[in-house]
């Protein structure tokens, strides 16, 4: 029930396209998800993060759609850039929980755009 | 945002020895945690350090394999006990991005890259 499941495991996408990652919980418990962007040799970087009382929200390229009834969340990067080729985490957290600062992690997405 | 830096980056270790892990933030901090990420895997909650009190660990992990200091608001170290090659991972320290609110934005350092033989 604490385990966030993340796919696909790796994706190819080229200049311009549009990537997109999807996640699925079970812990209703849940009640903020944010996403991690880590590059190669690097600790993971907050990108975006969404409540479950909000259906989207976007910065920039990075938009995040939130299915609370289906407990689904996905990431979708457009006009996907070669910079933007990293390994993408979304997380889910019990913010109003006692377990401060316990994320849990989806299994990773590595994100490849070719030029 | 805060910078986190963490030393060693990267140590190739024997079975059977200890390494510390140290981290240092460049601002006062309450809580201060520490996550393993197992190679190709995704990242899981070792335990939250604590200024002043004893370490709380999560189901899995216990004291005994990984102590953790925590002797002021700046700084902490994580130890890696008798280790084995299941213990080859990286290491990260991360901190809340706002003070007092458990939000799951955390700051991550770069993490220490421990590979045991």
């Known amino acids: 029930q604490q385990q966030v499941k993340q796919s696909p495991q790796s994706l190819i996408v080229q200049k311009g396209g549009i990537s997109i990652i999807n996640c699925a919980y079970e812990?209703?418990?849940?009640?903020?998800f944010p996403w991690y962007q880590q590059f190669p040799g690097k600790g993971p970087a907050l990108l975006i993060a969404?409540?479950?009382?909000?259906s989207e929200k976007k910065e920039g390229r990075f938009t995040i759609s939130f299915n609370k009834s289906a407990k689904q969340f996905s990431l979708h990067i457009m006009d996907s850039q070669p910079g933007d080729s990293a390994t993408y985490f979304c997380?889910?957290?019990?913010?109003?929980?006692?377990?401060?600062?316990?994320?849990?992690f989806g299994q990773g997405t590595i994100l490849t755009v070719h030029p | 945002s805060a910078v986190i830096s963490q030393k060693p980056s990267r140590d190739i270790c024997q079975r059977g020895t200890s390494l510390t892990i140290q981290c240092q933030v460049d601002?006062?901090?309450?809580?201060m945690f520490w996550y393993r990420q197992q190679p190709g895997q995704s990242l899981t909650l070792i335990a939250t350090?604590?200024?002043?009190?004893?370490?709380?660990?999560e189901s899995g992990f216990v004291i005994d394999k990984f102590p953790i200091s925590r002797p002021n608001l700046t700084f902490s170290t994580l130890t890696v006990s008798n280790m084995s090659p299941e213990d080859s991972s990286i290491y990260l320290c991360?901190?809340?991005?706002?003070?007092?609110?458990?939000?799951?934005?955390?700051?991550f350092g770069e993490g220490s890259r421990l590979t045991v033989l």
């Open positions: 991360s901190v809340p991005a706002t003070s007092g609110r458990n939000t799951g934005e955390l700051f």
């Open positions: 601002s006062q901090v309450t809580m």
């Open positions: 969404i409540r479950p009382d909000v």
């Open positions: 350090a604590n200024q002043g009190s004893e370490a709380t660990y």
């Open positions: 997380a889910a957290i019990n913010a109003g929980g006692t377990s401060y600062g316990k994320l849990t």
């Open positions: 812990n209703t418990a849940f009640d903020y």
